[in-house]
Nanobody
Framework: QVPLVESGGGWVQPGGSLRLSCAAS????????TTWFRQAPGKERSSVSA????????SYTDSVKGRFTISRDRAKNTMYLQMDRLQPEDTAVYYC????????????????????WGQGTQVAVSS
């Protein structure tokens, strides 16, 4: 596995914003699908948003549509997750992961498809 490095987590009040970053060391994301997962306390890890680097297409889970935006910087080989209008239910550890190839939406949550994971970054939303 190739490690990924995340940054940008923290604490924010409801309605606030955070931006997460995910960078790869020693690899390129070209041709990969990179996905943000999150795991809230007592819950299973689930996919939140994905970016397919081959064509730039994106996917979002319903609960974050219209609030989160996934993007990339090809020159920096970095993926971002802009999170706006954060709510307490967004509190979780967020992970980025990379899979070789283009994953279809129904397979984004299949963790065995991913060969690179970040260490996780905590996002806490509370007043």
């Amino acid at each position: 596995q190739v490690p990924l490095v995340e940054s940008g987590g923290g604490w924010v009040q409801p309605g606030g914003s955070l931006r997460l970053s995910c960078a790869a060391s020693g690899r390129t994301f070209s041709g990969h699908t990179t996905t943000w997962f999150r795991q809230a306390p007592g819950k299973e890890r689930s996919s939140v948003s994905a970016l397919r680097w081959s064509d730039g297409s994106t996917s979002y889970t319903d609960s974050v549509k219209g609030r989160f935006t996934i993007s990339r910087d090809r020159a920096k080989n970095t993926m971002y997750l802009q999170m706006d209008r954060l709510q307490p239910e967004d509190t979780a550890v967020y992970y980025c992961a990379a899979a070789d190839g283009r994953l279809i939406t129904s397979r984004l949550g299949d963790e065995e498809k991913y060969d690179g994971w970040g260490q996780g970054t905590q996002v806490a939303v509370s007043s």
